[in-house]
């Protein structure tokens, strides 16, 4: 089943994604667009044992929408990736804290090349992120690594086609990546499903598909 069970403080769009807090039991979600146009920096918090939604007293470094964030486990923090905002598209990597309570760019450490609706994946075997596609055409598979404070494209391996406002999700029984639909520059709203396996590393479309094509969707990975 599902049904609303809480609202966000504003009716909000391309929000950069959210990430579920496992030691705080609660979920963020970052920055987006109001129905009248304006973006946002602001990050909300939510809590299910209370179902209470509260704007935390922590802003990203700029109003930014269209981003893709994940959750780092081991530093207990997430990462913020890209993002379009009004001085056009991002190239960032943010850093929110929630135990320091503190949200910034990380300096000196920038995406190969601004993007936004890209999909991202946190790898818990290698603790690293992955960072799928993108606007503007992007067709990349980019690797953050946090700890030794690089970021760069996989060399020789890329999605299918060139594709935005696509989804990802982490298997971690097969620990390997799941990218889901999209818009793709050649072939519009996209359908496939795309399997990335770091070890490889390598990029298979699966034979299933989704149901029909669609863009701007969400995923998670199942228990």
């Given at each position: 089943?599902?049904?609303?069970?809480?609202?966000?403080?504003?009716?909000?769009f391309?929000?950069?994604?959210?990430?579920?807090?496992?030691?705080?039991?609660?979920?963020?979600?970052?920055?987006?667009?109001?129905?009248?146009a304006?973006?946002?920096?602001?990050?909300?918090?939510f809590?299910?044992?209370?179902?209470?939604?509260?704007?935390?007293?922590?802003?990203?470094?700029?109003?930014?929408?269209?981003?893709?964030?994940v959750?780092?486990p081991?530093?207990?923090?997430?990462?913020?990736?890209?993002?379009y905002?009004?001085?056009?598209?991002?190239?960032?990597?943010?850093?929110?804290?929630?135990?320091?309570?503190?949200?910034?760019?990380?300096?000196g450490?920038?995406?190969?090349?601004?993007?936004?609706l890209?999909?991202?994946?946190?790898?818990?075997?290698?603790?690293?992120?992955?960072?799928?596609?993108?606007?503007?055409?992007?067709?990349?598979?980019?690797?953050?690594?946090?700890?030794a404070?690089?970021?760069?494209?996989?060399?020789?391996?890329?999605l299918?086609e060139?594709?935005?406002?696509?989804?990802?999700?982490?298997d971690?029984?097969?620990?390997?990546a799941?990218?889901?639909?999209?818009?793709g520059?050649?072939?519009?709203?996209?359908?496939?499903?795309?399997?990335?396996?770091?070890?490889?590393?390598?990029?298979?479309?699966?034979?299933?598909k989704?149901?029909?094509?669609?863009?701007?969707?969400?995923?998670?990975p199942?228990?």
């Amino acid at each position: 089943t599902a049904e609303v069970i809480a609202t966000l403080p504003s009716a909000r769009f391309y929000a950069s994604g959210a990430v579920w807090d496992p030691v705080n039991k609660c979920a963020y979600t970052f920055g987006g667009r109001t129905s009248d146009a304006a973006f946002h920096d602001d990050i909300m918090k939510f809590d299910p044992a209370t179902l209470e939604v509260t704007t935390l007293g922590v802003t990203l470094p700029t109003i930014t929408g269209q981003g893709c964030v994940v959750w780092d486990p081991t530093n207990h923090c997430a990462y913020i990736f890209s993002g379009y905002s009004p001085d056009g598209v991002l190239d960032t990597i943010v850093k929110f804290d929630p135990g320091a309570g503190t949200c910034a760019a990380i300096p000196g450490v920038t995406l190969p090349e601004p993007l936004s609706l890209s999909g991202a994946v946190w790898d818990p075997v290698s603790n690293c992120a992955y960072i799928f596609g993108g606007n503007p055409s992007s067709d990349a598979i980019v690797k953050f690594d946090p700890t030794a404070g690089t970021c760069a494209a996989i060399p020789g391996v890329t999605l299918p086609e060139a594709a935005g406002f696509c989804c990802a999700a982490w298997d971690s029984v097969n620990n390997v990546a799941y990218i889901f639909g999209g818009n793709g520059e050649t072939s519009g709203f996209l359908d496939t499903i795309v399997k990335f396996d770091p070890a490889g590393p390598a990029v298979t479309t699966l034979e299933a598909k989704l149901p029909s094509p669609r863009r701007s969707v969400s995923a998670c990975p199942g228990q």
